[in-house]
């Protein structure tokens, strides 16, 4: 079956830091990959995307790393600030059953504590 | 100026009750979505619609019943409520349902069955 997780639950840092959030993904077949934002009271926010023919993309202080070989997404973000504090997910575009449309399948989400 | 808007935004109701959530986006996307969120935070698609059609509907009890009654618009209605439909309920929508379209979600329905 389709499953997209992540390794860590939650993870603290220091305001100015670098984070990292890795996912591990299971379908070798997926290749699109997006990782959204959760603020507390909303809804996901896309933050970056990847296609499974780049093996990097950077983006405004945020940096996604896929390796297809181990089936692994990573997310960085440079000089973490207080705002950054967020449920972040992985997620893949999986088709849906018989083909046609795609469908979003999330991972696991992974709590964000950025300290002051 | 809300992309995505959903109401209530918490509703809180008696086992066996029926109730509706209502969505609509005014960013002229073809296509919506429902997703659940339980209190681990695990998020799952439900139902999508492109164009007031049903494309997918992922092993959702039948007492969620989706319904659109225009492309801007997707309502969720729940006969017989039980327990464990107590969750957060995201509307979102895309330009349509190829693979690189960005979904935008709405802020949520917190759904309490008690």
């Known amino acids: 079956g389709e499953s997209v997780g992540l390794h860590l639950p939650t993870l603290s840092v220091q305001e100015g830091d670098n984070s990292i959030i890795n996912c591990a993904y299971s379908n070798s077949a997926s290749d699109y990959f997006i990782w959204y934002k959760q603020e507390s009271g909303k809804g996901p926010q896309f933050i970056i995307d990847?296609?499974?023919?780049?093996d990097k993309r950077q983006g405004q202080r945020v940096t996604v790393l896929l390796n297809k070989t181990v089936k692994h997404l990573s997310l960085q973000i440079a000089a973490t600030q207080p705002g950054d504090s967020a449920v972040y997910f992985c997620?893949?575009?999986?088709?849906?059953?018989?083909?046609?449309?795609?469908?979003?399948?999330f991972g696991k989400g992974m709590k964000l504590t950025v300290n002051p | 100026d809300t992309a995505v808007s959903q109401t209530p935004k918490y509703l809180v109701t008696q086992m066996g009750n029926d109730k509706s959530i209502k969505c609509e986006q005014n960013?002229?996307?073809?296509?919506m979505y429902w997703y659940k969120q339980d209190s681990k935070k695990f998020l799952k698609i439900m139902f999508s619609y492109n164009n007031k059609e049903l494309i997918i509907n992922e092993t959702v009890p039948n007492r969620f019943s989706p319904k659109s009654p225009d492309k801007a618009h997707l309502n969720l209605h729940i006969n017989s409520l039980e327990l464990g439909d107590s969750a957060v309920y995201f509307c979102?929508?895309?330009?349509?349902?190829?693979?690189?379209?960005?979904?935008?979600f709405g802020p949520g329905t917190r759904l309490t069955v008690l």
């Open positions: 990847i296609r499974s023919n780049m």
């Open positions: 960013l002229g996307h073809d296509t």
């Open positions: 979102a929508s895309s330009r349509g349902t190829s693979e690189y379209n960005e979904q935008f």
């Open positions: 997620a893949e575009k999986s088709r849906y059953r018989w083909g046609g449309s795609e469908k979003l399948v």
